[in-house]
Nanobody, 121 residues
Framework: QVQLAESGGGLVQAGGSLRLSCAAS????????MGWYRQVPGNQRELVAS???????NYVDSVKGRFTISRDNAKNTVYLQMNSLKPEDTAVYYC???????????????WGQGTQVTVSS
């Protein structure tokens, strides 16, 4: 069984910072891309940032220059450093990872349970 455990959400004032972490555990042969998504009630889940196992990153335009995604492959962990937070960043943030469990099975996506980030004005 594979699990993604998120931490680091909370309440912060506009202009503040938060750091999200997501650790993958269980039977894992390899992890491909990892990423962070967010969702506001009534809206679709959107990709915030992603990172390949080689370290290439991708960001949604609204967070470029403010958020930084990184990963520690030895710890199967992905991070999202969020600076200069704005009220519009308020959402539930979900970790995603494309994981291969065995050499005989294709990789598939796994999701964390979500962590609330609230930015007050």
């Amino acid at each position: 069984q594979v699990q993604l455990a998120e931490s680091g959400g909370g309440l912060v004032q506009a202009g503040g910072s938060l750091r999200l972490s997501c650790a993958a555990s269980g039977t894992i042969v390899s992890i491909n891309a990892m990423g962070w998504y967010r969702q506001v009630p009534g809206n679709q889940r959107e990709l915030v940032a992603s990172i390949t196992n080689g370290g290439s990153t991708n960001y949604v335009d609204s967070v470029k220059g403010r958020f930084t995604i990184s990963r520690d492959n030895a710890k199967n962990t992905v991070y999202l450093q969020m600076n200069s937070l704005k009220p519009e960043d308020t959402a539930v943030y979900y970790c995603n990872a494309n994981i291969r469990k065995t050499v005989f099975t294709p990789p598939r996506d796994y999701w964390g349970q979500g962590t609330q980030v609230t930015v007050s004005s």
